[in-house]
């Protein structure tokens, strides 16, 4: 199964809602994309940057686990979010 764009935008704002309240993940974040507090605030909807954020959730088995117990998400949507994000079709995840 697939997610529609709407849905994939839906999922990476609940990723940057809860990476916005890791207190100790979101430096995290920051301190590998670079970004500071007011890029964070102003990309917010911005597809790219959702692509980003999961992305780097992503990256660790147990973020991913976190962010969907947390968000009530089943544990491959935000995979399938990030597919349908810019840049998903091209993702190789081996």
């Not at 709407?6 to 890791?22: C, K, P, R, Y």
């Not at 909807?45 to 968000?71: N, Y």
């Amino acid at each position: 199964m697939s997610l529609s764009r709407s849905a994939a935008e839906t999922v990476g704002l609940q990723a940057i809602a809860w990476l916005a309240a890791d207190e100790d993940l979101l430096p995290v974040f920051m301190g590998a994309t670079g970004a500071d507090e007011e890029a964070f605030r102003a990309h917010l909807s911005d597809p790219s940057f959702q692509a980003s954020v999961l992305d780097f959730v992503l990256m660790d088995d147990a973020w991913i686990r976190k962010f969907c117990d947390a968000s009530g998400l089943d544990y491959d949507v935000p995979m399938q979010a990030r597919a349908a994000l810019p840049g998903g079709q091209n993702v190789h995840w081996t």
